[in-house]
């Protein structure tokens, strides 16, 4: 009798009930509905019959077309690769920068929760207001940014300004996106370092390892699902991506580029795309862009998960 | 038995000492460089929010108490120098009586029509006049058609008759030597002459070929220079600049100002104050309504025992995959649909339930000895008891850091709250109001950035209070992974 367990009775419920209905009560309509709603609205379409008042209400259900027209259309497979671009020069340079900050502050240094809190205090900021501060640093010809551009030797380039050539449009944005972000992972990275049990250290210190091996084969390994982590978090923070784009882009996802025929934006990733597709009235077929960024998204992390569980 | 310590293995281990120091050295430089890069959109948009209008683009952030006219990245002014072939003829009359003139009224004739008015006000004439073919003139003044000097009378009775203070010259001139028709310089007979007509307040000194002459002023505004010097040849190009010596305060006014400020605070259309206010009860009302649903839920979740309490907590952790852009359509669908365009409520309600907070509020009661309730439940209190007298103070830490996170998000949620306010919403935030402002006034940079100071300088103020309690929240979201 004493291992059984105890009957959770009618009363408990009703106790815990309060508790629990308000955060249910948003939770439910405001993100479990949404989710099969919007399944619901990536198979209607917003035609010339809907009603201007009643949009939802009145849309028209055509079944898959929405996902063949986006499975079939340039722009939105330009944006699904946008997003990579996007994520792998924020990714990158970002784990790469925060980490070092981590091993540099992660010592005895004259002012040292100063730069700690210099360098995250970044991450705080309202991430359109930074992205307008940015397009003034890269004004053509007259921004900072540009005018350090043009005394390094790249006059043309400066003249022109880096957000308004297409090549340079996302690395000048995620340039940016970085150097907020990196205190973030840099926090981060310290908590772990800080975690690490320092009898690791002094054991690769007995069997002789020079500072380099110690980094590249006990700490980094020690770290690796820190740097998973992040890079779960940089996935999904890609595809989210939006206030960014619409300030340093001037909300026009970036420079008209031609690609097989089709006029894209060359800084127009998921989430930019998803607003623009929104924008426009296109409310079935956002919701179905969303849906496979979603699956994108979870496959992603799905695979990271097993990576994370592998290295276990 | 102790040996004499060798001298000579110190030296490399001082080397070495020295190299790690030069080492350590480089890399808090190297930190520092980055650290300023970093903090380089904070400091320029502070330093443009301050900055005059239309002076945003303009590298120079020292206030100037010396001003060159033309600026030094300009090619200064050629200084005429007068020649028997090439001379240069000016007039300097004074009036008191006459008052101020109607530069319109000005009207010199035949010959003359090509001249330079310096300046005509209180009295004081200056003109230059330039003929086109050399020769001796007679010159006129009149005065409200009454003629001031007989037309006859020759250029150099005129000093006698004292309307005319000195002629320079008395034929063939060019001296038009600057855009600036109140600044006049030139070299005659070894003679340095110079009128700057400067209604400001300063001291001014040309700069000739690097040597300082000052100006003095002889009437209000206008600054002149008659100065003996060894003799300068057409061939040497003589060149020049003026400066004007300001003290630092003007200098400093002139260049950094509150107007911006005024302005945006002060505006009927974008009015930066009421978007401020309204990012304040959009990110207030969120924290604390998070703070509330999550607080309840976690407790719930951690300490109280009801049917699929398990499962539910990891559909409810499962949602969290779910990448947040889903959302937005339906949401807004959803949103508009309750009549909420437009509203605090709607910007507010829909990201209520923070799964992340549920969680590390979930995790920080879960840390609450048991005993506690144990002993609150022997006393026979309820659970809404045990909730407010345990519960809410041991997690008022939690509380606040939760409360914060929410606050910086809803602050900086941009998406949201462009997609459910319509551009004539009475309750815009400042990131949207941001971009209104923007729409309508593209290249008014020093006041974007001012207003951009009003989204930033509080978090900013917020972050460096609260520091602790934000590293806290991101330390428990990092160990949870």
């Known amino acids: 009798m004493t291992h059984a367990r105890p009957r959770i009775t009618l009363r408990q419920d009703l106790a815990a009930l309060p508790f629990l209905a308000p955060f249910f009560a948003v939770f439910l309509l405001f993100i479990a509905y949404p989710i099969f709603y919007s399944l619901w609205l990536s198979v209607h379409q917003v035609t010339i019959f809907s009603d201007f008042y009643d949009i939802f209400g009145t849309m028209t259900y055509v079944g898959l077309e929405n996902y063949a027209h986006i499975l079939t259309s340039v722009q939105f497979w330009w944006a699904v690769g946008a997003t990579f671009i996007y ?38 900021f309202d991430i359109y207001v930074v992205g307008i501060v940015w397009l003034l640093l890269y004004y053509p010809g007259s921004g900072l940014v540009s005018r350090f551009i043009a005394m390094i030797g790249a ?22 996106m970085v150097l907020k972000n990196a205190g973030f992972g840099m926090i981060l990275f310290l908590v772990s370092l800080n975690n690490i049990n320092p009898s690791i250290i002094e054991a690769a210190d007995v069997d002789g390892a020079s500072r380099r091996q110690k980094l590249f084969h006990v700490i980094i390994p020690l770290l690796r699902p820190m740097i998973l982590f992040l890079v779960v978090t940089g996935t999904v923070g890609s595809i989210n991506a939006f206030a960014e784009i619409y300030a340093m882009t001037n909300d026009t996802g970036g420079v008209p580029v031609e690609v097989l025929g089709e006029t894209v934006q060359s800084a127009r990733t998921g989430g930019y795309h998803l607003f623009r597709t929104f924008d426009e009235g296109r409310y079935g077929e956002a919701a179905a862009v969303s849906f496979v960024f979603m699956i994108f998204a979870l496959v992603i992390s799905f695979i990271n998960f097993r990576l994370l569980r592998s290295s276990d | 038995m102790r040996r004499p310590t060798p001298h000579i293995p110190q030296a490399p281990a001082a080397a070495g000492r020295l190299l790690s120091r030069a080492g350590r050295g480089g890399i808090f430089l190297l930190l520092i460089v980055l650290l300023l890069i970093v903090q380089l959109p904070l400091f320029w948009m502070l330093i443009t929010s301050f900055k005059a209008r239309g002076t945003a683009f303009q590298l120079q952030f020292i206030p100037q108490t010396r001003v060159h006219t033309p600026a030094d990245n300009e090619p200064a002014l050629s200084m005429p120098v007068a020649t028997a072939d090439d001379p240069i003829l000016h007039f300097e009359h004074h009036d008191p009586a006459a ?3 109607d530069l319109a009224l000005m009207d010199p004739a035949g010959e003359l029509a090509r001249h330079e008015l310096q300046y005509a006000a209180g009295g004081l004439w200056l003109l230059t ?6 020769g001796t003139y007679l010159y006129t003044f009149e005065l409200d058609g009454e003629e001031l000097i007989p037309a006859d009378v020759p250029a150099a009775e005129l000093l006698a008759l004292g309307l005319v203070e000195e002629i320079v010259a008395e034929s063939g001139a060019v001296t038009s030597n600057t855009d600036d028709p109140q600044l006049l310089a030139f070299v005659r007979d070894g003679k340095l002459l110079a009128t700057a007509t400067r209604p400001e307040d300063g001291r001014y000194e040309l700069l000739l070929n690097g040597r300082r002459f000052p100006l003095s002023e002889i009437h209000p505004g206008i600054h002149e220079l008659h100065r ?10 003589p060149a020049f600049r003026l400066t004007e010596i300001r003290s630092f305060g003007t200098a400093a006014a002139e260049m950094y100002t509150l107007d911006n400020f005024r302005a945006i605070l002060t505006s009927e259309e974008f009015n930066f104050a009421r978007y401020f206010l309204n990012s304040l009860v959009v990110a207030t009302s969120a924290g604390i309504l998070t703070v509330i649903l999550c607080t309840m839920g976690g407790y719930a979740f951690s300490q109280m025992t009801f049917h699929f309490r398990d499962q539910l907590f990891v559909l409810v952790l499962a949602s969290m995959l779910v990448p947040g852009m889903i959302f937005m359509v339906p949401q807004f669908s959803i949103t508009i649909g309750l009549g909420l365009m437009n509203t605090y409520p709607g910007m507010v309600v829909p990201h209520l339930a923070n799964i992340f907070g549920l969680f590390l509020l979930r995790q920080y009661i879960g840390q609450i000895p048991r005993d506690l309730f144990a002993a609150a439940e022997i006393d026979g209190a309820s659970q809404p008891q045990i909730f407010q007298t345990i519960v809410v103070p041991i997690c008022l830490p939690i509380m606040l850091t939760l409360f914060l996170l929410t606050f910086v998000t809803q602050w900086s949620n941009f998406l949201w709250q462009l997609i459910i306010n319509t551009g004539d919403s009475r309750v815009l935030t400042l990131p949207v109001g941001l971009q209104q402002f923007r729409g309508q006034n593209t290249d008014e940079w020093e006041m974007i950035m001012a207003g951009a100071s009003f989204s930033i300088v509080p978090m900013a103020i917020l972050f460096l209070c609260f520091q602790g309690y934000f590293l806290r929240g991101l330390a428990a979201g990092a160990v949870k992974e």
């Open chain 1, 87 to 124: 994520a792998v020069l924020t990714i990158i340079p970002g784990i790469a920068l925060s980490l070092f900050l981590a091993l540099m502050l992660n010592r005895r240094l004259m002012g040292l929760g100063v730069m700690r809190s210099g360098f995250f205090i970044p991450h705080v």
């Open chain 1, 155 to 176: 006059s043309e380039t400066a003249r022109q300004g880096v957000l308004d050539n297409p090549m340079l449009t996302l690395p000048a944005i995620t340039f940016a």
């Open chain 2, 99 to 101: 008052g101020t003139v």
């Open chain 2, 129 to 134: 006049l330039v003929p086109d073919t050399p």
């Open chain 2, 228 to 237: 003996q010097i060894e003799s300068i040849h057409p061939e040497d190009e």
